[in-house]
């Protein structure tokens, strides 16, 4: 049984009167891929806002490494080793490549040097842009420098916020394929996506999420070949 | 461009422009307009960078310099009225026996301190505008973009109110201000102290809080995701904005030798903001080079306009006192029109661009085609 890495306990949130999140609890195991999916408006993002101090919950309780950090501040999480990649990609656009970069390293002290070259190893088009101001990027390549960012600061847990987002196929499954190596590497990975199949091919756990509750889950190959989930998400029709 | 080439030509330049100054100094009296001219300049340049640390770098668009300035200003001002004429100045309602006091301590200090005394007067001017800053930091800039400015801007009145209530008036000496203060002892102490103020703000700039306050301009939820504590960083760069602000109202202080409360009214805010627009907001070269463009094309290049002007018998129309204001306005307009991110844009001054633009130049006389100069649009 592996260490549950991320623990989610009966969320609550609400924006104003709205409830966006109604009690919901999932689990994340250390160096996993977990996907959450759902149509928009079903309160993925404001699980991920939450999770990462930007909202605070209304109710309910989130365990990080056996640590209770609900409604902790986002600077004390990020230097615990949880990073959000935040929904549309969100780089530091009149900033060069390498200065988001070392943003995304701000809190630690020591010397960026090995990481960056790290992160061109997984990007080599981060290299060659590594003077170009991020604003002047492709949507493909903000989303890779978003990533790199996130990465810059050794996180043990990556939330992404929906990282296909506005790209075309190609440049998708181009960063699918970086998912699964970071998480290779042992960066467990919470995904969140509204390409359900993409997400749950390299998801190991997926939980389906429709409006603020959790109405499924299972492995990624369970929820790619369950039926409802197919009608759902998947765009396949039901067999009759 | 080799590094050790452009510590070269950096040398260079810096002597060139002392050996400028030494020539002004040497020579003040034949060249009185650029002396005071390029004072009042670097004076400003040192609260545009200030306002562009602030509103350019970190995103928060202040309008309270005026006020800060004042705070840096009276205090320089008390500090270093000398002793003997300080009862001359206050001759209406008479001088607060706190300040005689403080003044009889001040004079009973070594020498040395009382030599270093303008230094001391401008930083403790900084310091309290800083504290202030500091404070009112904590409401303040929880408010954003337009809202943030309004707030300032207020705040700034509510300084210049009470400087000037008659329930000061032994302190600040009330609407009738402070005069007889010890001026600059030469134009290159001025240029000295602004240039230790703007590099060390350009210091700040360039290290990791700099980046950080880039980071919370271009988008502050990005930044907090990424583990900038946005209220911090916004509270830092206020404070130490304000800091300069401050001192360059001391310095003002000192080159003007008589404050009072109408000179730091709102018009001066808007007179630093319109530098910073101009250089180009979020570009410490731009600042700098607009300080000094704007303040001697207001005071002194567009002098000309205001005198009557007669080709043959004929006088031009127009010509007569105000109309600088009226031409500069335009050329305002025309700048803002054609050069929308500034002189400098986001840019920074370095030999490398000069050296392209100088074997671009060349190629274009050899062309003498293409079209020449950059385009600034994104």
Redesign the interface.
């Known amino acids: 049984m592996k260490n549950n890495l991320l623990t989610i306990e009966n969320l609550c949130v609400s924006y104003g009167g709205i409830k966006a999140v109604k009690g919901i609890s999932l689990t994340v195991p250390e160096g996993d891929i977990v996907t959450l999916i759902g149509a928009n408006g079903a309160g993925k993002s404001t699980i991920l806002r939450t999770i990462s101090g930007l909202v605070k919950p209304e109710s309910g309780k989130i365990t990080y490494n056996g640590e209770d950090v609900t409604g902790v501040q986002t600077t004390t999480l990020v230097e615990k080793g949880i990073t959000l990649v935040p929904e549309g990609r969100r780089v530091f656009p009149n900033l060069t490549v390498l200065e988001n970069l070392k943003i995304g390293a701000y809190l630690r002290k020591d010397n960026l040097e090995e990481d960056i070259l790290r992160i061109y190893k997984l990007f080599p088009r981060l290299e060659e842009r590594s003077w170009q101001l991020a604003g002047t990027l492709s949507g493909g390549e903000q989303q890779m420098l978003a990533v790199g960012r996130a990465l810059m600061s050794r996180p043990k847990l990556i939330m992404m916020d929906e990282p296909s987002l506005g790209l075309a196929p190609i440049i998708v499954n181009e960063i699918m394929s970086i998912i699964k190596t970071i998480n290779k590497e042992g960066v467990t990975i919470l995904l969140v996506e509204q390409n359900a199949n993409l997400a749950l091919r390299i998801a190991h756990h997926g939980y389906v999420c429709e409006t603020g509750n959790i109405t499924m889950e299972g492995t990624g190959a369970e929820l790619l070949n369950d039926e409802t989930v197919k009608a759902a998400y998947l765009g396949k029709a039901k067999k009759k | 461009m080799k590094n050790s080439k452009k510590v070269t030509y950096s040398i260079i330049l810096a002597a060139i422009i002392l050996a400028f100054l030494f020539f002004l100094e040497a020579n003040k009296a034949n060249y009185g307009m650029a002396y005071t001219v390029l004072t009042k300049g670097a004076i400003l340049a040192v609260v545009a960078v200030s306002m562009n640390l602030v509103t350019g770098f970190t995103g928060l668009f202040s309008l309270g310099q005026a006020g800060f300035m004042a705070i840096g200003a009276y205090i320089t001002a008390i500090f270093l009225i000398p002793t003997d004429t300080i009862q001359d100045v206050y001759y209406i309602s008479g001088v607060s026996p706190a300040i005689i006091n403080f003044k009889g301590f001040l004079d009973s200090t070594p020498g040395w301190i009382q030599a270093l005394a303008p230094y001391i007067a401008l930083i403790v001017g900084g310091l309290a505008a800083a504290l202030l800053a500091a404070l009112i930091g904590i409401p303040v800039l929880r408010l954003k973009s337009d809202y943030l400015a309004i707030a300032t801007l207020g705040f700034s009145e509510i300084v210049r109110a009470i400087i000037s209530s008659p329930q000061l008036d032994t302190i600040t000496n009330g609407s009738y201000g402070l005069k007889k203060i010890q001026g600059f002892s030469s134009i290159i102490q001025t240029f000295v102290i602004a240039g230790v103020c703007i590099t060390l703000m350009v210091l700040l700039i360039r290290s ?1 809080y700099g ?2 306050f ?2 919370i301009r ?2 502050e ?9 946005l209220f911090k960083h916004k509270e830092l760069s206020f404070v130490i904005g304000s800091f300069f602000s401050g001192v360059s109202g001391g310095m003002l202080a000192m080159f003007m030798r008589s404050i009072d409360t109408k000179t730091f009214s709102v018009s001066l805010t808007y007179d630093i903001l319109l530098i910073v627009v101009i250089g180009g907001i ?1 570009s410490v070269t731009g600042s700098v080079i607009s300080a000094l463009l704007v303040t001697v094309s207001k005071e002194w290049w567009l002098r000309f306009f205001d005198n009557p002007l007669y080709i043959g018998n004929f006088q031009v129309p127009f010509f007569r006192t105000g109309f600088r204001m009226v031409v500069f306005s335009i050329i305002l307009l025309v700048v803002v029109l054609f050069y929308q991110r500034g002189i400098m844009g ?1 840019n920074e001054f370095s030999w490398d661009k000069i050296g392209n633009n100088f074997t671009r130049f060349k190629g274009f006389i050899a062309k003498k085609a293409s079209k020449g100069g950059s385009d600034h649009a ?1």
Request: proline content about 0%; charged content about 35%; hydrophobic content about 35%.
């Open positions: 990791t980046r950080a880039k980071a271009e988008d939820t990005a930044a907090e995701a990424m583990g900038i504590n979020g986001k994104k």
